[in-house]
Structures are given as C-alpha cells and as structure tokens.
C-alpha cells in the first residue's frame, strides 16, 4: 500500500525552527512531486511548498518564502520541509503530499493535483 509518512513535527517557541520530514512508500514519486500542506483549527487546508523532482522547481506560499525550505533525497522518496522563524500563525498540521507524475507551475497549490496523503503531523509555534 502506498503512504506517506510524515515526522518532526513538535511544541516549538515563536522564532524557533523544526524540520520536517515525508517519506513515501509503496511507490516511488521520484519521477512526479511531493508537496507540504498545513490546516490550522477552523481553517481550510493550503499550500505551503513543493517541490518538482524532474527539474527540482520549488514552490512556497508567498507567507513562508523566506523562511522556510523544502528540499529532499529523490532517491530515497523522502521531502524535507525546514522552517525557520517559525511564527505563531504556522500553527497547524501539516500534511505530506504527493503526485506520481509532475505537477505543473500553475497548479502545485491545489489540493486535487495531490493523489496520496499523510496523516499529518501537529506543529505549535508558541506565541
């Protein structure tokens, strides 16, 4: 069965950093894109970053550029969200997200383009 398993979320205080990771199984999405979604409580679920494996684009939501960085081993079918200067709004879950086949620049923020989820993993950004 295919998942996506995401790690290294945690209580962190406002100006702090965690590193996130996703590693998918069961298929490979080496050739396709992996991607970070958060929720926070009451909100819907958006974008956060991803990142195309054949040409190695990366995307960020315009409120974590700067700050945050995804990056990952292709070879290992795992992503890495690093988030630094962590605010108390990144509260939220954040989800692992993946596509067997590439996603175009257009639509890399859009929930539908993603065919496989993780279970997500809580982060809390003391304010």
């Known amino acids: 069965q295919v998942q996506l398993v995401e790690s290294g979320g945690g209580l962190v205080k406002a100006g702090g950093s965690l590193r996130l990771s996703c590693a998918a199984s069961?298929?490979?999405?080496?050739?396709?894109?992996m991607g970070w979604f958060r929720q926070a409580p009451g909100k819907e679920r958006e974008a956060v970053a991803a990142l195309r494996w054949g040409d190695r684009y990366r995307y960020y939501a315009d409120d974590v550029k700067g700050r945050f960085t995804i990056s990952g081993n292709n070879a290992k079918d795992t992503v890495y969200l690093q988030m630094d200067s962590l605010k108390a709004e990144d509260t939220a879950v954040y989800y692992c997200?993946?596509?067997?086949?590439?996603?175009?620049?257009?639509?890399?923020?859009?929930?539908?383009?993603?065919?496989?989820w993780g279970q997500g993993t809580q982060v809390t950004v003391a304010s």
């Open positions: 997200a993946g596509k067997p086949a590439g996603v175009i620049k257009s639509s890399w923020h859009m929930e539908g383009r993603y065919n496989y």
């Open positions: 069961g298929r490979t999405f080496s050739a396709g894109t």
